[in-house]
């Protein structure tokens, strides 16, 4: 299964910004739809956005949305998310996982790769 590798988490005020990373190891990144789910301390593990397999359609959960954007590089194996205007609730470990579907999930069962997790801190 492809192997994913989360980067650019880090400490920023309320109102920054930030850029995560997400590589994959395999040359069928393509054939994945890549999301981002966050988890909080003592918290479930929630559904942050999604992309496509080739990034043409997107779908974000509404605390993010107007805020957040994910795109992807397939020729690098890559997904970004990148996080504007961000809240201390935002804070949280991000996670990137991967999808065999055509489908914009959101379900958390359908993801059959993940990454080990980025800390995304926000203060105010």
């Known amino acids: 299964q492809v192997q994913l590798v989360e980067s650019g988490g880090g400490l920023v005020q309320a109102g920054g910004s930030l850029s995560l990373s997400c590589a994959a190891s395999e040359r069928t990144f393509g054939t994945y739809a890549m999301a981002w789910f966050r988890q909080a301390p003592g918290k479930e593990r929630e559904f942050v956005g999604v992309i496509s397999m080739y990034g043409s359609s997107t779908r974000y959960a509404d605390s993010v949305k107007g805020r957040f954007t994910i795109s992807r590089d397939n020729a690098k194996n890559t997904v970004y998310l990148q996080m504007n205007s961000l809240k201390p609730e935002d804070t949280a470990v991000y996670y990137c996982?991967?999808?065999?579907?055509?489908?914009?999930?959101?379900?958390?069962?359908?993801?059959?790769?993940w990454g080990q997790g980025t800390q995304v801190t926000v203060s105010s």
């Open positions: 996982a991967a999808a065999r579907s055509r489908v914009l999930t959101t379900l958390k069962t359908d993801f059959v790769s």
